[in-house]
């Protein structure tokens, strides 16, 4: 051992002193080292036997072993001692990559296999999918697939309704030229720029209005009985409906703008002292069943604290009977009348400031495309309809659907988003729920219940759920919101027009079978499809049919 050691270190110190070559002196290294290795334990069980004992024998065996851990020391302090372990790190990767070293590379393939299972798995997957690259799916454009993401398809719908309407309003300037014309509008309010009918008519409001208050303060103190004051309603409420239509018959410089605007206004003035009536009944009703303690209408629920309690107090009856009160609620944006509105804590200028913007623009808007569009499309659909020919008939409603539809949609937003917005800014008014999600309505009594929820709500409050109270069935409850609202609709029109022919009492009673239709035989994507088409092309009939008639009776003798 001694001796092979010592023959070590000498051909170390040899290949250091440049005797031999370096190559040869690190695989004679390696070599060596690698002897020392296997003999290793045997050595050092023998070296310690020599050292614990004592004596001559054994001051020779220290001198030895402290020799021989002296050049060991030496060779590690060192650096040509370290090329022996990388040589033999050399000499191990070169006997794996060689035929020869067969231990050399079994060594190398069992210590990669113990270190790096992470690499066997994933060199499995690897050669897995190699062999299968195919699994059970189904198409994307298949029901089964579950798949829902079509944003792209809904992107390029829109830019294909962009370009056909770019191309349509090219053709339209390309064959009668620029018609928008500002001045043309005011012409629809006034006949008369010294007479202004429909303002004054409007501010004739007031009178019902007050009559409304008085006539609940009467109530509240006890002067006047519930009988009395339940005909002193109804009086009032009928001269509210009687009397604009009458004055827009009688006057001949009432123009039809006028006459729907003017009338618009006395219908929600009529459906807001309605609930305002009904709605202070119901108080006294549950003060009449002495209650210990009232801070709000039973029908009104109550409002979370965070909505400026802190700035706006709350009433109860019949605290409310007051001139502010009533004109807050004439002014707010909703048509049910409660006690204590939700109030929002601060005017946001910023967002009223938008808000007035796209009133401002969506009103421009909406006048240059009925000037530009409309107007001479309907001015050519009067001979085919003269004449009954069906299919140029057909043809020109399928033309002015697209105009009318753009049309409704733009005065939908600008009147329920950005007016109403802007309204109950202005007031602070916190219930901004004007509409929900009629656009995704697979059913036609989805889309009437959510796309003007104000109305909704009073009729569900003030109408339908009364009835239903009463015990009379729900599809006749319902019948009578859609005949209520088809007299509504007619009343805007034929009044303002001058003319009832009643076609857009039809077109709302229709609302009745489509909607059992729809909600019997269509589900789905299907019932969205129908709703969509009855509002694309229902509208358009309506108007095609008023415009005809108003045509021939104005117009008629004259060509």
């Known amino acids: 051992m001694g001796t092979e050691r010592h023959t070590g270190d000498s051909s170390l110190t040899k290949c250091q002193a440049g005797k031999k070559k370096p190559l040869n ?5 390696a070599e060596m080292s690698d002897r020392a290795e296997m003999r290793g334990p045997l050595t050092r069980r023998r070296r310690t036997t020599i050292s614990g004992g004592g004596g001559g024998g054994g001051g020779s065996g220290a001198v030895g072993v402290k020799q021989a851990n002296g050049n060991k020391s030496h060779d590690a302090g060192e650096k040509p001692p370290q ?15 060689s035929s020869n070293g067969k231990a050399g590379r079994q060594t190398g393939e069992s210590g990669q296999l113990a270190n790096s299972p992470r690499k066997q798995k994933s060199a499995v997957e690897d050669i897995n999918e190699r062999l299968s690259c195919h699994v059970l799916q189904e198409s994307l454009l298949s029901s089964a697939s579950g798949y829902s993401n079509y944003r792209g398809i809904l992107n390029w719908c829109v830019v294909m309704l962009v370009l056909s309407n770019a191309r349509l309003f090219l053709e339209n300037i390309i064959k009668y030229g620029i018609l928008v014309d500002p001045i043309q509008v005011v012409s629809l309010f006034l006949k008369d720029p010294y007479s202004w009918p429909a303002a004054c008519l409007i501010i004739a409001s007031n009178m019902f209005i007050l009559a409304a208050l008085y006539i609940e303060r009467r109530l509240a103190v006890g002067t006047i009985s519930k ?4 005909i002193l309603h109804i009086f009032n409420l009928t001269s509210l409906l009687i009397f604009p239509s009458a004055t827009v018959l009688a006057l001949t410089s009432m123009t039809p703008v006028g006459g729907v605007l003017s009338l618009g206004i006395y219908t929600v003035l009529f459906l807001k002292l309605y609930s305002y009536q009904d709605t202070n009944r119901w108080c006294r009703e549950i003060r009449q069943a002495k209650a210990k303690k009232l801070t709000r209408s039973y029908s009104c629920p109550s409002v979370a604290q965070s909505n400026g309690s802190a700035v706006h107090t709350y009433v109860s009856y019949p605290g409310n009977l007051t001139h502010r009160d ?4 004439v002014f707010a944006p909703t048509l049910c009348y409660q006690l204590n509105f939700p109030r929002s804590p601060r005017i946001r200028k910023r967002f009223l400031i938008r808000r007035l913007f796209e009133m401002l623009f969506f009103m421009q808007l909406l006048v240059g495309l009925i000037q530009q569009w409309m107007v001479p499309t309907i001015q050519n659909s009067m001979k085919p309809f003269q004449e009954m020919d069906f299919s140029r008939m057909m043809e020109r409603l399928l033309k002015l659907a697209v105009p009318n539809h753009l049309i409704w949609l733009i005065f939908f937003y600008w009147f329920f988003h950005s007016s109403m917005n802007f309204v109950a800014e202005l007031l602070q008014f916190g219930d901004r729920e004007f509409y929900k999600d009629w656009w995704n309505s697979e059913t036609v009594t989805y889309f009437w219940a959510n796309w003007n929820i104000p109305v909704h709500k009073w009729c569900l409050r003030h109408f339908y759920k009364p009835m239903l109270k009463k015990g009379i069935n729900k599809f006749l409850a319902q019948t009578a919101v859609f005949l209520m609202s088809a007299f509504f609709h007619e009343y805007l029109v034929s009044v303002p027009l001058k003319m009832f022919r009643l076609w857009a009492f039809m077109g709302m009673m229709a609302q009745v079978p489509l909607a059992w239709f729809v ?14 088409i009855s509002l694309i092309i229902g509208q358009p009939v309506a108007v095609l049919m008023y415009v005809h008639d108003y045509y021939v009776i104005h117009y008629g003798g004259t060509t």
């Not at 090329?83 to 990559?97: I, M």
């Not at 009533?326 to 609620?329: A, G, H, I, N, P």
């Not at 909600?519 to 969509?532: D, K, S």
């Open 25 to 29: 002196c690190v695989r004679e290294a």
């Open 326 to 329: 009533m004109y807050y609620f």
């Open 519 to 532: 909600g019997r035989f269509l589900n789905g994507n299907y019932g969205n499809a129908a709703v969509w």
């Open 83 to 97: 090329c022996p372990g990388k040589a033999k790190a050399d000499e191990v990767s070169r006997h794996a990559s």
């Open 227 to 230: 009988m009395t004051g339940l």
